[in-house]
């Protein structure tokens, strides 16, 4: 057998598990959310892809994945936009300036396909928290403008205080760059803008199906609807995009807790075409749970 | 390397082999538990003696010696910035007596843990490691011809079969025709080789569960689904506590947690096995169970283990070892469960 590995030789930057150190340069509390922009020690950038994520680690907390929800256009830092939701997420949103923190990654292989998306109109929609990744492909976009045809992002939020990004989205408004439409599900005496969940506006929106890439991140159950209105508008199972999220651990294929029937969600996306997730059952299912179906 | 000839080394110099390497590594062995006799674990030797050849398949597999149950992975202090510490130990050591279902379940290690990015632990504890196999008498839980195991030596230094008076030795690598120069053994004769057959011929004839239909027919029955009355009548047996995994050589997925010290000073990230059969094993923050009903995690296990893993390493992710079968508390057979689906195929058909 080959000579035993010697303390030394053991190459830390290809032990997957081990993070690197990022230190925290920027916090900013939203409502409901906590924004957090990170740097790594030596100034390098992420160098990641619009729809990759990190893991990040508060030692003596864990790990969690969070997208990246920052364009690589702009390398300076990287940025999370993180709710409390447990022990990890909690965590971070008490990070201060000059704090550290572990990063993995970028990873995921399946990107929001921003390539293919070249010379096309791009259709994105967002709800909740699914706002994070795509604000990163939002903003390259924005930054890529010349490349891409028409720009509609259709975002979704529970209340008015659950709106991340307030400021950004408010510009967004009034940007000529993109159709920004904004919806609240539950609306406050205060708002003004529109009422209803995300697919309410969706509706309104015409496309031309020849031509359209669609994104969307969200919650579970948003997926099935958001499919059936774009199919609606004619536009092809494989060119409607979904961003998943599942429970990750490792977040690179070993751990097995993020399967989706043969595919793992940490590496082979965290975004999937429609098309590749409709056959499998396990996607289905959680569109569609009175639907026992089960092939694999 | 060629195939050397097979060596024989009687009994007696077999415990002065094994206390040859002893004085120079550890030896981690099959050993009957003091606490519990009739029940064998791997261990480290204290004497040759400990050695226990005879062990029935032990609770849990070989595989703890490469991937321990609850494994630091790195410590941290809680300095700012905080320094990480990765202590990997490179003393070698042999893993001795491991029969061919469990050298199969080391393989399945091997490819599941070597794909890019590798599980440097894992590659770097099992290069520790000589591994020395030796075959075994089935009880009435193994079905290792079924999935075609019973003769496995892969991966393995040394194999040893045992005879009358000793052992029948084959040598399948470098560094195990080096250890068996510690030893005194003749060239194994045509007697000796005879013996051996008998062996196994005995051996394959005490299987007694069967599949009623090979395994890679499993997979194509996977594939076509339409199984879901067999996935609930399996899960309304089933209690979900997961240790048909904890138990299975080929199983390897895991958790991640931290520690801290209780002095505040650092802590240390761990790798735990885990089991898909547990209910929260895909759980969301935000609350969704994206395998909440207890079928679907049966559904995955056998996915997972006769269809995926199956299908991407060309091996089924079973080494017939019959584990999760003795261990299940609800008494539910894996060997039991392949023929209802088989069944259930056919009737569709
Ligand atoms: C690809 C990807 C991208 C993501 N991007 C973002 C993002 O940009 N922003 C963001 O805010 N989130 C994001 N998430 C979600 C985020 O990863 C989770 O919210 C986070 O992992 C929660 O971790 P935690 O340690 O804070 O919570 P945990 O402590 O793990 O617990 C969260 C909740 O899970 C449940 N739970 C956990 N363990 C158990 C148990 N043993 N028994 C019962 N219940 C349990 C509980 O309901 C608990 O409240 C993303 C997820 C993925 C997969
Ligand atoms: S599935 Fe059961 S019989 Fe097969 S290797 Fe795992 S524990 Fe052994
Ligand atoms: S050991 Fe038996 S009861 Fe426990 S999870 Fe496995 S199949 Fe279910
Ligand atoms: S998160 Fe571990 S396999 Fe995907």
Same mark, same amino acid.
């Given at each position: *057998? ?6 030394? /030789? ?6 997957f598990?081990v993070p690197?150190? /990022?230190?925290? *340069? ?17 100034g390098?950038p992420?160098?990641h892809?619009?729809?990759q #994520?990190?893991?990040v680690?508060v030692?003596?907390y864990?790990?969690?994945?969070i !997208?990246?929800c920052? !364009?690589?256009?702009?390398?300076e ?6 709710q ?6 909690r965590a971070? /949103?008490d990070?201060?300036?000059g ?12 990107? #929001?396909?921003i390539?293919?998306?070249?010379n096309?109109?791009?259709?994105l ?15 390259f976009?924005?930054?890529n ?8 992002v ?6 008015? !205080?659950?709106i991340l ?8 408004t009034?940007?000529?760059?993109l159709d920004f ?18 697919t309410?506006?969706?509706?309104e ?6 031509n359209?890439?669609? /994104?969307?991140?969200?919650?579970p159950?948003m997926?099935?609807?958001?499919? *059936? ?7 092809p199972?494989?060119r409607?995009?979904?961003s998943?999220? =599942? =429970?990750?651990?490792?977040g690179i ?18 975004v999937?075409?429609y098309a590749d997730?409709l ?9 569609a749970?009175?639907k ?5 | ?7 024989v ?6 415990t ?10 550890p030896?981690?062995?099959p ?5 519990q006799?009739g029940?064998y674990?791997f261990g480290?030797?204290?004497r040759?003696?400990?050695?226990a050849?005879d ?5 849990v597999?070989?595989?703890?010696t490469?991937? +321990? ?5 790195f410590s941290f ?6 320094e990480?510490?990765?202590h990997f130990?490179?003393?070698?050591f ?8 469990d050298?199969?379940g080391?393989d +399945?290690?091997d490819?599941?843990?070597s794909?890019?990015?590798a ?8 290069r ?7 075959d075994?008498r ?5 079905f290792?011809?079924?999935?075609g195991t019973?003769?496995n030596?892969n991966?393995c230094?040394?194999f040893l ?6 052992y029948?030795?084959?040598v399948?690598s470098?560094a195990?025709a ?9 060239k194994?004769?045509?007697?000796d080789e005879?013996a ?7 051996k ?7 599949f009623?239909a090979?395994v ?9 689904g ?10 309304d ?8 995994n904890t138990?299975?050589?080929?199983c ?13 000073s ?5 790798r735990t096995w ?8 895909a759980l969301v +923050?935000s609350?969704?169970?994206f395998?909440?009903?207890?079928w679907?995690r ?13 299908r991407?390493?060309?091996r089924p992710?079973?080494t017939?070892?019959g ?5 299940c508390?609800?008494?539910i057979n ?16």
């Amino acid at each position: *057998m080959a000579e035993p590995a010697k303390n030394q /030789a053991v190459d830390r930057t290809r032990i997957f598990y081990v993070p690197e150190r /990022a230190r925290v *340069m920027t916090t900013r509390q939203e409502p409901s959310a906590t924004f957090v922009e990170l740097g790594f020690e030596d100034g390098r950038p992420l160098n990641h892809h619009p729809g990759q #994520f990190v893991q990040v680690s508060v030692f003596g907390y864990g790990e969690a994945p969070i !997208s990246v929800c920052s !364009s690589p256009t702009r390398p300076e830092s990287f940025a999370l936009c993180v709710q409390s939701m447990g022990n990890v997420s909690r965590a971070i /949103a008490d990070l201060t300036p000059g704090d550290w923190v572990g990063i993995r990654g970028p990873y995921g292989r399946g990107c #929001f396909p921003i390539d293919r998306m070249k010379n096309k109109d791009v259709l994105l929609i967002a709800g909740g928290i699914g706002m994070a990744p795509l604000r990163g492909l939002i903003q390259f976009i924005c930054d890529n403008r010349d490349d891409y045809g028409r720009f509609m992002v259709v975002y979704g939020a529970k209340t008015p !205080s659950d709106i991340l990004f307030r400021e950004e989205t408010e510009q967004w408004t009034e940007n000529p760059d993109l159709d920004f439409y904004r919806t609240v599900d539950e609306p406050d005496d205060e708002w003004e803008g529109r009422t209803g969940v995300v697919t309410e506006p969706l509706k309104e929106i015409d496309i031309d199906p020849e031509n359209t890439i669609a /994104a969307a991140c969200g919650p579970p159950v948003m997926f099935r609807f958001i499919a *059936m209105d774009l199919l609606k508008k004619k536009l092809p199972e494989e060119r409607i995009y979904f961003s998943l999220e =599942r =429970r990750f651990k490792c977040g690179i294929g070993k751990c097995g807790h993020c399967q989706l029937n043969d595919l793992y969600v940490c590496q082979d996306g965290p975004v999937f075409r429609y098309a590749d997730l409709l056959k499998r059952t396990e996607a289905g299912e959680v569109w569609a749970p009175e639907k026992d179906q089960d092939t694999a | 390397m060629t195939a050397p000839e097979n060596r024989v080394i009687p009994a007696s110099n077999f415990t002065r082999f094994l206390e040859a390497i002893m004085a120079e590594q550890p030896v981690i062995g099959p050993r009957e538990r003091p606490d519990q006799p009739g029940f064998y674990r791997f261990g480290r030797l204290a004497r040759a003696e400990d050695f226990a050849p005879d062990y029935g398949t032990t609770t849990v597999p070989p595989k703890k010696t490469f991937a +321990a149950l609850r494994e630091k992975l790195f410590s941290f202090t809680l300095d700012s910035p905080p320094e990480l510490d990765l202590h990997f130990d490179s003393s070698p050591f042999v893993l001795l007596g491991i029969h061919p279902c469990d050298l199969s379940g080391i393989d +399945a290690l091997d490819h599941a843990y070597s794909q890019p990015p590798a599980e440097v632990r894992w590659t770097a504890n099992r290069r520790r490691a000589s591994l020395i196999g030796l075959d075994c008498r089935p009880d009435s839980y193994c079905f290792c011809t079924q999935v075609g195991t019973e003769s496995n030596r892969n991966p393995c230094d040394l194999f040893l079969t045992p005879m009358e008076d000793g052992y029948l030795v084959e040598v399948h690598s470098d560094a195990g025709a080096a250890l068996l120069e510690k030893a005194d053994t003749r060239k194994a004769g045509e007697e000796d080789e005879a013996a051996a057959e008998q062996w196994r011929r005995e051996k394959a004839a005490g299987i007694v569960p069967e599949f009623d239909a090979p395994v890679e027919k499993i997979a194509d029955i996977l594939e076509v689904g339409g199984l879901t009355p067999v996935w609930k009548e399996t899960a309304d047996r089933c209690y979900s506590c997961g240790s048909c995994n904890t138990t299975c050589p080929t199983c390897f997925c895991f958790d991640m947690v931290d520690d801290i010290e209780p002095d505040l000073s650092g802590g240390a990230r761990y790798r735990t096995w885990d089991s898909c059969q547990l209910l929260d094993f895909a759980l969301v +923050a935000s609350g969704h169970n994206f395998r909440g009903e207890r079928w679907q995690r049966v559904r995955h296990r056998w996915q997972r283990k006769f269809l995926y893993l199956y299908r991407q390493f060309d091996r089924p992710y079973c080494t017939g070892c019959g584990r999760c079968s003795r261990a299940c508390t609800a008494d539910i057979n894996l060997v039991d469960v392949a023929n209802r689906l088989i069944a259930a195929a056919q009737k569709e058909a």
